[in-house]
């Protein structure tokens, strides 16, 4: 009954999505917000046709639902661009991901151990969880139409490549999180870091490889078409994701160093082939994901928060990336219209549930912990849902001194 109302109502967003199209992409608002309108009109607060308990309480679901949306995407990612063009974005992106990852991650702990105040590790678990950039709700600030009219190439590159990045490079702050809310020792948790990080690359680049290589021997001999290659990705995504779950590795870091991989070996034709996937796992694959997210989101917890709640949405949005980004604009090559734009759309979303869920399933975490990592995710959903098309609008604006 629950994945019946749960399908006809990502079904029914989904042909919405299709019908609008791009005329979608110019309003103030997203699919994943739609999506999330949805969760909450069906959920046990309003209509209480997806009666399901809050994520406060169950949050195993999330874990891999998310980690299964998050390997299409990160293989999107690797795809979206080819492969020259990756490579010139290579300095700003590793220095997103060296420096301005672990100081968001410093400044989020700092706000949430402030505002709420949670001991260390909590606010720690806060911090590694919500680093992250989306890939997911990124990608639908720079893909489409409007955003390549309205966005320079290389801004779009650096936001998706480091989104792509950062998901699986945040793993590290997630266990070191968990090794100092007492998971683990501090030396283990440095030594799975290494393992998972350096594993994830010695799975990744073989089965990119090796898909590559095994998509063009097709070609060759006649038996692939575009429709087959399509899946061919996701399938591949899938695969990687696997055999990192037997051998332990980082999942995501390895899909998305797979897909990078596979863009080198395969021809750029495959590549390009591929783009449409992205717009399929922003359109529609998402839509399930946040309709349950909506009808699981955790009220009560929220109001036990008061005004702490809004006041870490408040400081998380505004201070843990934009005044990171502005510093490092100069290092980065960004003139202040761009350190701007980079520095707000740095959308909280599928990642942070996805870290939140696995720190839950490691450990007896404190219920402040998901009920503010999950108040600050549906808000970044709302509030990046709705300003990414302003938002362009002011970028082109203020490029063009109107």
Known sequence: MLIDVLLVAAGAL????????????RLPVSEPVLA??????????????????????????????TRLLLAVSVMAVALRYPVAAARDQLRPVL?????????MAGVTAGLAAWLLG????????????????????????????????????RDRQILSLESGAND???????????AVAGADSLGAAVAESVWQVAGAV???VPAGWLGGRALRAGEEHGSTSPGPRLLFTAVL?????????????????????????????????DRTDDVPIDEAVNRFLVLP???????????????????????????????????????????????????????????????????????????AVDPVVLAAGSLVVAASTVVHGTTSAPGRVLYRRAGRGE
């Open 14 to 25: 989904g042909l919405a999505v299709a019908a609008l199209s791009e005329r979608l992409r």
């Open 36 to 65: 999330l309108a949805a969760g909450v009109l069906l959920g046990p607060e309003l209509l209480g046709l997806l009666d399901v308990p809050p994520m406060t309480e169950d949050s195993t679901w999330l874990h891999t639902t």
């Open 95 to 103: 220095l997103l991901l060296a420096v301005a990852m672990p100081v």
């Open 118 to 153: 949670v001991g260390l590790g909590a606010a720690v678990l806060i911090g590694a969880a919500l680093c992250p950039t989306d890939p997911v709700l990124a990608s639908s600030v720079v893909t489409g139409g409007p955003a390549e009219e309205d966005l320079p190439a």
């Open 168 to 178: 699986g490079l945040a793993l590290p702050l997630v266990l070191l999180a968990l």
């Open 202 to 204: 010695l799975l990744g």
């Open 237 to 269: 995504a899938f695969a990687v994701l696997g055999a990192a779950g037997l051998v332990h590795v980082d999942g995501i870091l390895a899909v998305f160093v797979a897909g990078l991989a596979f863009n080198h070996v395969a021809t750029g034709s």
């Open 289 to 363: 994901l946040f309709v349950g997210f909506g009808a699981v989101l955790p009220w009560s917890a929220w109001t036990e928060l008061g005004w702490r709640g809004p006041a870490l949405v408040v400081g998380v949005l505004l201070l843990r990336r934009l005044p990171v980004l502005w510093a490092l604009r100069r290092p980065l090559g960004l003139g202040r219209p761009d350190a701007v734009f980079l520095g707000w759309f740095g959308p909280i979303g599928v990642s942070a549930l996805f870290y939140l869920a696995m720190e839950a399933e490691r450990l």
